[in-house]
């Protein structure tokens, strides 16, 4: 068992180069092969409220008034249970946020244990300014990022247990079409980076929503082999070892890409 825890922008954007420097199998040795691959923000175009305008001949056009548009909105939806997915939720919001024109909120699953369990664990104090979200409150996103550790390869139960609450949701199809993540917290090497992701993705399946994997976007940082470091194509991921290991630079760097590339993912999604 592993442990651990449409807007109208002025320009485009592209992610900050998170990855450290170092070459891999395949990587040619300069600069640019050391920063994440570019993830296109693209414009958006906003229909505002029509007026009427006369122009130097006399002619009456119909003109644009711009009007205020609310954010999209990402949730980070975790559990952690020593901390280490939460560290990488809170750089995931980073991520996010540095994507014009979209926001994270952050939220953690209700814990399932008793409070003697709890207690008996060691399990550090819950961050009081991050709630706890309801099945209900999902519909309100326009993206998700879910992040759980593993338990033999699977996500905790109580992840599963959150899940298990939507059926509301699912009955109604309320997140269907969707994107979503997920980036993950383990034990040992070998104890789930890539399955504990691939077995959540039946969660998103039936609800109907669209996986985003990030794939390789991250550069060559995800080639790296002179340290160990958590995540995978599936998405950002830490190795919690005994529970006393924190989340590395690199790590947490994985992290606030992957923030960046969802937010910019869920906002080309937006667009007409």
Not at 187 to 207: F, P, S
Not at 257 to 269: C, E, P, S, T
């Amino acid at each position: 068992m592993g442990k651990g825890g449409g807007c109208v922008p002025s320009k485009k954007k592209k992610p900050s180069s998170l990855a450290t420097t170092g070459d891999g199998p395949g990587i040619e040795n300069h600069d640019t092969a050391n920063v994440p691959i570019p993830i296109e923000d693209d414009q958006t175009t906003v229909d505002g409220d029509r007026t009427t305008a006369t122009n130097t001949a006399g002619t009456t056009t119909p003109a644009i008034t711009a009007r205020t548009i609310s954010p999209l909105k990402i949730f980070v939806v975790f559990y952690s249970m020593y901390g280490h997915v939460e560290s990488l939720a809170r750089r995931m919001k980073k991520g996010v946020d540095s994507v014009e024109g979209v926001e994270a909120t952050l939220y953690r699953v209700p814990e399932t244990l008793s409070q003697d369990v709890v207690e008996q664990m060691k399990k550090p104090p819950k961050d009081s300014e991050i709630p706890e979200i309801t099945a209900a409150e999902m519909a309100a996103a326009d993206g998700f990022l879910f992040g759980f550790p593993t338990r033999y390869g699977c996500m905790a139960a109580q992840m599963k247990a959150f899940f298990d609450s939507t059926g509301q949701l699912w009955k109604e199809q309320t997140l269907a079409g969707k994107p979503a993540g997920f980036f993950v917290s383990t034990g040992t090497q070998g104890g789930g980076q890539e399955t504990t992701a691939w077995t959540a993705i039946t969660q998103l399946v039936h609800h109907g929503m669209l996986f985003v994997p990030i794939g390789y976007t991250f550069g060559a940082g995800m080639f790296k082999m002179d340290s160990i470091r958590g995540g995978s194509p599936y998405g950002a991921g830490v190795f919690a070892g005994d529970g006393s290991r924190e989340a590395t630079e690199t790590e947490l760097a994985l992290a606030e890409h992957q923030g960046n590339y969802m937010a910019a993912i869920v906002k080309r999604l937006s667009q007409p």
